[in-house]
């Protein structure tokens, strides 16, 4: 069974032959440790026999949530067990390709996260680990939607409308979430999606000039 432990930036972190390492790539270490701390996305390093090298704030948090929803004795989902063991049996047919198998876990709609698994080896250990990456797709899609909502130019109502919209909200539960008709929602989306073409158009223009 994998278990998940806390880390921070400020954790301690042991490799073996550690004084082979110059002063410069220890400080690489400590940089790359610090930039994987503050990634948006999850990050677990496991290895092949499901012991957990390390995780990131973001990878902490989220795997709290999954622990929450199976017990108190799963600290990993099901779901990421499953798709590094479908790497071993993959990369053992397929050595000399480098592989990465994804998958989606549905906690409820506005927590889907898309789950990468991929080889990781590590040069001084040559030890072989997994690489799990965890996207929070509504955040994703969350900071997609406000990029949109400026670029369109869109009004306080529409942006709100667009952004159910682009949640996969049908046009009768945005009205209903947002106590407005359908025929009203269909009328913003119209604006919208004219708003849209008109920003297209106005880039093909940009670009033949």
Not at 10 to 36: A, G, M, P, R, W
Not at 55 to 60: K, Q
Not at 73 to 101: A, E, G, T
Request: hydrophobic letters at 40%.
């Amino acid at each position: 069974m994998i278990t998940l432990k806390k880390t921070s930036a400020k954790t301690e972190t042991t490799i073996q032959n550690c004084n082979t390492f110059h002063s410069c790539d220890l400080l690489q270490l400590y940089f790359l440790q610090l930039v994987i701390e503050n990634l948006e996305d999850g990050i677990l390093i496991v290895s092949e026999a499901g012991n957990v090298f390390h995780a990131n704030a973001s990878a902490y948090h989220i795997c709290t949530q999954f622990k929450a929803e199976y017990g108190n004795q799963k600290f990993i989902h099901p779901i990421i067990s499953q798709l590094c063991q479908s790497l071993i049996n993959h990369q053992s047919l397929n050595s000399d390709k480098l592989i990465i198998l994804a998958d989606e876990i549905v906690v409820n709609q506005s927590n889907i996260f898309r789950i990468r698994v991929k080889y990781l080896k590590f040069e001084i250990t040559q030890i072989p680990y997994f690489l799990v990456t965890i996207e929070n797709c509504y955040k994703t899609l969350k900071n997609v939607t406000i990029f949109e909502v400026k670029k369109y130019d869109l009004t306080p109502r529409e942006a709100e409308i667009w952004s159910l919209y682009r949640g996969n909200y049908s046009y009768k539960d945005i009205a209903a979430k947002l106590y407005i008709t359908i025929n009203t929602v269909k009328k913003h989306m119209r604006n919208i999606h004219a708003k849209r073409q008109a920003y297209l158009k106005a880039q093909q223009h940009y670009q033949i000039l």
